[in-house]
């Protein structure tokens, strides 16, 4: 089974665009679309992103999503304090037949 | 707007099975395009994926619990439920059940979550 590797921590002051990155392998990412999720500390993951790069209804759109080969990135453009959250990727991944989760990014909004 | 509910024990003893149940409401659960699948994740890392149920019934579990994880479908409760054997301290964490969709037959997202239930695995 693979292993997707993003960022432990990211941080940026309000109104700044970050990027979170998660990288993967050809199992994964490579062959497979990729899909973002928000938690809030004390509550499940909620679904950001799907298919790469799309926005469920209610999603600002300043959050968005992006795949080049093995590599996926969520982009947050004009931060706002309510985004501190753990980000996690998470693609199919072939051999577990289910989503793979990366080992989140915690975004620290100073 | 579809809500789902896990439920069960909160402790359970080494050696026994964990049994938990996910109860969907505003919808039923035997309509598509979606499937059910269970989440845990334990303190402090990852959440990691467990297996899903079919509305056919079908099942497809992680490779690493297989040999202790069923999936059973109870459509005249609009419930799907969660049973691990064998259970260790290292099976202690908020168990997730949620709805994944399905796109030409194949997952797509999970995009309706439970809340989440803590399950403590101790004597």
């Known amino acids: 089974q693979s292993v997707l590797t993003q960022p432990p921590s990211a941080s940026g002051t309000p109104g700044q665009r970050i990027t979170i990155s998660c990288s993967g392998s050809s199992s994964d990412i490579g062959g497979n679309t990729v899909n973002w999720y928000q938690q809030f500390p004390g509550t499940a993951p909620k679904l950001l992103i799907y298919?790469?790069?799309q926005r469920p209804s209610g999603v600002p759109d300043r959050f968005s999503g992006s795949k080049s080969g093995t590599s996926a990135s969520l982009v947050i453009s004009g931060l706002q304090s309510e985004d501190e959250a753990v980000y996690y990727c998470?693609?199919?991944?072939?051999?577990?037949?289910?989503?793979?989760f990366g080992g989140g990014t915690s975004l620290t909004v100073l | 707007q579809v809500q789902l509910q896990e439920s069960g024990p909160g402790l359970v003893k080494p050696s026994q099975t964990l049994s938990l149940t996910c109860t969907v409401s505003g919808g039923s659960i035997s309509s598509g395009p979606y499937d059910w699948s269970w989440i845990r994740q334990p303190a402090e890392k990852r959440p990691e994926w467990i297996g899903r149920?079919?509305?056919?019934?079908?099942?497809n579990y992680n490779p690493s619990l297989k040999s202790r994880v069923t999936i059973l479908l109870d459509t005249s409760k609009n419930q799907f439920s969660l049973q691990l054997s064998s259970v260790t301290a290292a099976d202690t964490a908020i168990y997730y059940c949620?709805?994944?969709?399905?796109?030409?037959?194949?997952?797509?997202?999970?995009?309706?979550w439970g809340k989440g239930t803590t399950v403590t695995v101790s004597s």
């Open positions: 298919r790469n790069n």
């Open positions: 949620a709805r994944e969709m399905i796109r030409f037959g194949q997952y797509d997202y999970m995009d309706v």
């Open positions: 149920i079919y509305t056919s019934g079908r099942t």
């Open positions: 998470a693609p199919w991944e072939d051999s577990l037949n289910g989503p793979l």
